[in-house]
């Protein structure tokens, strides 16, 4: 079974410039998420999709921050205009249930983000 | 706001040595739990999950729960360095989950 696959696995912006990560999550997975870990923190959800359906985007930053999930598969997350504040490392997740109830998520590789 | 709280760490033990690794939460409404072990610079991967109250065990991990204290814990038996890594607790509710800061173990050879 492939895993979740993402790209880039790095990136390196100037603030304000805008940048786009993108994942796959593993096939026949409905849900999907998108995690940011800041160094010597823990993953915190940015956005939770079911199939193509935002289902939880309470914490994601909406003025700078976007996700689309087209057609239920390959998921992007856009930043536009990047700060200093979001250099972490972006993680996809994805599930065959939603909430954490099952065998829980597997995780992409993730992308580290750099902010200068 | 639904929280998992960790000690940061480092916990140091010798190889060979029992790691006991802590968590509480204060959601009531959580179910389920997992832990994951992240190595540095990797993604987490998903090590044991437990939702009903007691041990779960899988080879040298035990997974405890404790639903009347909110409390989650897990065991490492005959630690390896091979097990110095970040550990994160994390608990849903039917909920994405949400995770603790994590425990940074370090295993002396």
């Known amino acids: 079974e492939a895993g979740v696959a993402q790209s880039p696995r790095y990136k390196i912006i100037e603030k304000r410039q805008s940048v786009a990560f993108w994942c796959n999550p593993i096939s026949g997975h409905a849900t999907l998420y998108w995690y940011q870990q800041i160094l010597g923190q823990g993953p915190k959800l940015l956005i939770q999709f079911q199939n193509n359906g935002v289902v939880d985007d309470s914490q994601l930053p909406k003025d700078r921050f976007s996700a689309e999930r087209l057609k239920g598969v390959d998921s992007t997350l856009k930043i536009q205009p990047a700060k200093l504040e979001d250099s972490a490392v972006y993680l996809c997740a994805s599930s065959l249930v939603s909430g954490g109830t099952g065998y829980g998520y597997t995780f992409g590789s993730g992308t580290r983000l750099t902010v200068v | 706001q639904k929280e998992v709280e960790q000690n940061s760490g480092p916990l140091s033990v010798p190889e060979g040595a029992i790691a006991s690794l802590n968590c509480t939460y204060s959601d009531r409404g959580s179910q389920s739990f997992f832990w994951y072990r992240q190595y540095s610079g990797k993604s987490p991967e998903l090590i044991m999950f437990?939702?009903?109250?007691g041990d779960k065990e899988d080879g040298r991990f035990t997974a405890q729960l404790n639903k009347a204290s909110q409390y989650v814990s897990l065991l490492i038996r005959d630690s390896q360095p091979s097990d110095s890594a970040t550990y994160l607790c994390?608990?849903?509710?039917?909920?994405?989950?949400?995770f603790g800061k994590g425990t940074r173990l370090s295993v002396i050879a």
């Open positions: 437990i939702y009903s109250n």
């Open positions: 994390a608990g849903s509710g039917n909920t994405p989950l949400v």
